[in-house]
């Protein structure tokens, strides 16, 4: 059964792409999402069965990859990672087959997009090196294909794709260092084999291996400074994909770091997670901040998936830090948290880019500053939107409250019984956590008031219709999954548990009271989400009746009337008046002026007539990132320097390249001698 | 007591508290604005003249913009109902609140933070400059209020290994040294702090103005009208009483009844009530003699909030 569900995924799989790539426009996306779904709802059973019985699948054939093999276990860590990526492939491609008229149904793009989101869903199934690495070339290389889909259209695309490739395979050559050199070391290629020998390196050796594996998996996962390519990447790929991209692939990069650190290594000391906290700080910092003061839609969100990213990092090192001075049961609810707040993050980030999609296809605009009003132009939408943001901003009732909440109990339960280093570090991180919490919900207030709230501030905007019933069904059912999980989280917590604890965290973290109550086992916290929701909606319930009530019994009627706004006794308001998210933005960026560093540009034209009267006045302020402006412009720039300089090496004669290959030889045999 | 008994008093509790938050936060308003008019030389309006206003508020017609959407008409609707949500289930008069178990300090502060961002996107909606520039400032005020909260909140969970609201408020009657520790002190000083500036009081907002270039609160509600207008002024006065009645409690818990029986729940309620009293009489007086601080100067008091909460979170580390 479970051998059966693995064949189906990689057949179904490949079976879309090759009908994407094969029929004729008309019918190519419908039978490719048709067979992507078959693909996902095998890996859903095969991980739905691991979590259920605990049972992990294993399967081996030495006869698809030459030389190798294929080596395939799912187990229950790898699970809960396989069911938050098929749920957003589901949506995601829901939600294709309305976009694919929008310039998605290209032969390359149904071709790559369900070899995307089947490596997606084998990866975690991976247990040799081999595997491993083709499954995550494939899927870096099919999203590239993604990201590429509009460049004859964006110039734009283009240099989001290079920043993406070099990034992402400079990340997986430093994957394949670490994994070779765990085989190397092992003297064999599967996990189990490593995870055999691993614990006999010395100190110095596993520190490395997991510095290394750690610098390759977080540029996948976007951890600042290697997150160049994520606001690129992300904003320029179309909008399923995007959400792929941040819903599910991201969590790979996690996945990474957790198999490597936990599985493969077996854990480690103190600094490792000192060193993944710090990562966790530095990300959810600078992306919440940038995010703040990004007025470009897609952009935004894509600097609040590093971000989120820093989140579960955060959480997944203070796990680590309690583990390691041996407080089992706060490293487990440490994992649980970081568990829930990726799968949260998969949940409201999907439904939040491909609402943005939508954005995109009904306006043909990302910049914030050029919409307004879609709230009543594209209701479902909106309150897509609406909801993933408020779940971002990890308000009540919704998914992300309940993960935010979790990481907080985890880390206050952690602090006192934990050595000095641990306390500093966790205090600071509660404070990263607090001050990124409050800049999340600027922007998020920002994206949803700007974008979608008071007045469309272009005529695309004021144009603009709700899009066709997949695309707002496939966002739809993500936002309804935040509820769901906000209201009743106990719902994923078992597997979740499950998952940490094959990652090395034993230990029972809650007991549920029924489906209402949230206990943590052995510590003072508990949390009753649904009825916290509940009393919310009897309260504005009560609220509305009462002020039905209270009007009743007056004359003024009718009760509401619709006016213009008051405009300090000008006559007519335009929408241009408005706040645009660049000026919302304005005071956070001035706050963080030494951060950020925006660059501002003033341009005052005078009359020719006289210098007293202006004719023109333009203002630009653009806060790109400064990360790429101040450490990879200059290291491109070195490269450059480097290339040029090398080019009087190879001059074209085949006499100095034979003198090379001759030279190189005679080193060699001297090191080996 | 039967289990019926036990949910019809903690229901009934529930009412009293959210009933008392309602009549007691006007109320407040009009002491507060009583002390500052006496100390400014005037008599000024009567202590219940907010009462006044709300009644006749509500008899008024709403007016809403002509191109908002339902965001506008929820906004007032839910900063009132999260302050109810959260006066039910807090330990304001007794500590014994209903749901008490679950009454957690971080979910308390997240359901208000509700409040307030639906308050900010429906200032978003009016579609006006001023709706914008009051929910900006607004919103930044209260990402730069959130570290300085959380973290006072951490300090002063750490000695009693919980965030649970009525348990912080019970181990200040069982262990009063709790109370005189550093951490919560230090921690209780952020907090008020954080109070000042959520509120929108002096000096980080002045409640009493309406000039347009210095306005926070009163810019995003501007386009509000009659029911609606009514909502927020309730709504924002029963946060601040919340609010309050939360800091005297975990400062001066004595009086809160810490059994169950009507009479030290009525007790309870008194206390609550002069506590407030108290501490709002105090705000009045140093709001007249505290000028509003400028927008960019801001960052600076929050600053210092937060550093005095992260202060009490190492002490209250170091003095386990």
Known sequence: MNEVCVLTVALAGTAAAILGAALP??????????????????????????????????????????????????????????????????????????????????????????????????????????????????????????????????????????????????????????LVMLSAHSGGQTFADIEAHARHLSGVARGTIFVIALLGFGSKAGAVPLHVWLPKAHAEAPGPASALMSGAMVNLGIYGIVLVGNVLLGGGPVWWWLLVSALGVVSALYGALYAATSSDLKRLLAYSTADNMGLVLIALG????????????????????ALLLMVNHSLFKGALFLAAGAVQVATGTRDLDRLGGLMRRMP?????????????????????????????????????????????????????????????????????????????????????????????????????????LGLVPMLVLPALERGASSAGRRGATSSTNGWISLHLLGLHGVLAPSLLAGGLAAAALMVIATRRLVHRRSHAWPAINSTEPWGSGRQVQTARMQYTATSFA?????????????????????????????????????SDDVLERQFYRPLIAGVRWWGQRARWLANGSVHRYLAYGLIALVIVLVVVA | MSDLARV????????????????????????????????????????HQPLLDLRKLFAKQRMRPRESSWVFGAGPVLLVATAVAVVAVSPL?????????????????????????????????????????????????????????????????????????????????????????????????????????????????????????????EAMVLEYSGADLGLIVLGESMRLVFLLGLLVNLLIPWGVADRPGA??????????????????????????????????????LLAGGFVLALLGAVTAVVAR
């Open chain 1, 25 to 178: 426009p008309s019918t190519r996306v419908g039978a490719a999402v048709m067979f992507t779904w078959v693909s996902c709802v095998a890996a859903l059973v095969a991980a739905v069965s691991v979590l259920h019985s605990g049972h992990v699948i294993a399967l081996s054939s030495s006869a698809v990859i030459p030389l190798t093999g294929v080596t395939v276990v799912l187990d229950p860590l790898g699970a809960v990672f396989v069911i938050a990526i098929a749920v957003v492939a589901l949506a995601s491609t829901l939600y294709w087959l309305g976009y694919a008229s929008h310039g998605l149904a290209t032969r390359s793009a149904s071709c790559a997009l369900p070899l995307f989101v089947t490596s997606m869903l084998l990866v975690p199934f991976a247990a040799s090196v081999a595997t491993f690495l083709v499954l995550w070339e494939l899927m870096a290389l099919t999203s590239l294909v993604l990201v590429l889909t509009d460049q004859s259209r964006r110039e734009a695309a283009r240099s989001a794709a290079q920043w993406y490739a070099v990034m992402t395979h400079v990340g997986a050559a430093a994957i394949l260092l670490a």
């Open chain 1, 318 to 337: 203070a796990s680590g830090m309690f583990a390691a001075s041996g407080h089992r049961s706060t490293a487990a609810i440490a994992m649980v948290a």
């Open chain 1, 380 to 484: 479902v939408t909106g309150v897509v939107f609406l909801v993933g943001a408020l779940s971002v901003a990890a308000l009540p009732p919704l998914n992300g409250f309940v993960g935010e909440w979790l990481l907080f109990q985890g880390l206050l339960h952690g602090l006192p019984t934990s050595n000095t280093s641990v306390v500093i570090s966790v205090a600071v991180a509660v404070a990263a956590l607090a001050l990124t919490g409050g800049l999340t919900v600027a922007a998020f207030v920002k994206a949803t008031g700007i974008g979608f709230l008071g007045r469309p501030r272009s005529e695309e905007a004021a144009q603009a219709h709700e899009v066709a019933i997949t695309m707002r069904a496939g966002a739809g059912a993500l936002a309804a999954l935040c509820l769901v």
């Open chain 1, 586 to 622: 304005e005071p956070l960026q001035r706050v963080f002026d030494d951060v950020i560093r925006p660059s501002r540009d003033l341009d005052v034209s005078h009359l020719a007539e006289s210098r007293y009267y202006i004719e023109r006045i333009a203002y630009r302020t653009s």
């Open chain 2, 8 to 47: 019809m008093t903690e229901i009934l509790v529930a009412i009293v508290q959210v009933v008392a938050v309602v009549l007691g936060g006007p109320l407040l308003l009009g002491l507060m604005r009583k002390v500052r008019s006496r100390l400014e030389g005037r008599i000024g309006a009567p202590i």
């Open chain 2, 93 to 217: 008069a007794t500590t014994r609140p209903p749901l008490g178990q679950s009454s957690d300090f971080f979910a308390v502060v997240f359901v208000l933070l509700l409040g307030s961002v639906f308050l900010a996107l429906s200032a978003l909606d009016t579609g006006t400059a001023f709706g914008g520039m009051g929910s900006s400032r607004s919103m930044t005020i209260g990402a730069l209020a959130e570290p300085a909260l959380l973290v006072a909140i951490l300090a002063m969970s750490i000695p009693s290994h919980t965030s649970n609201l009525p348990a912080l408020v019970r181990i200040g009657l069982t262990h009063p040294a709790v109370i005189a520790s550093p951490a919560r002190i230090l921690a209780l000083a952020s907090f008020l702090v954080v109070i000042l500036a959520e509120s929108g009081r002096l000096p980080v907002d002045n409640p009493s103005t309406h000039l347009e270039l210095t306005m926070i609160h």
């Open chain 2, 263 to 300: 009479v030290f729940f009525v007790v309870g309620l008194v206390a609550l009530s002069l506590k407030v009293a108290v501490v709002g009489t105090a705000i009045a007086v140093f709001e007249v003699f505290t000028a509003k601080m400028r927008l960019f100067r801001l960052p600076e």
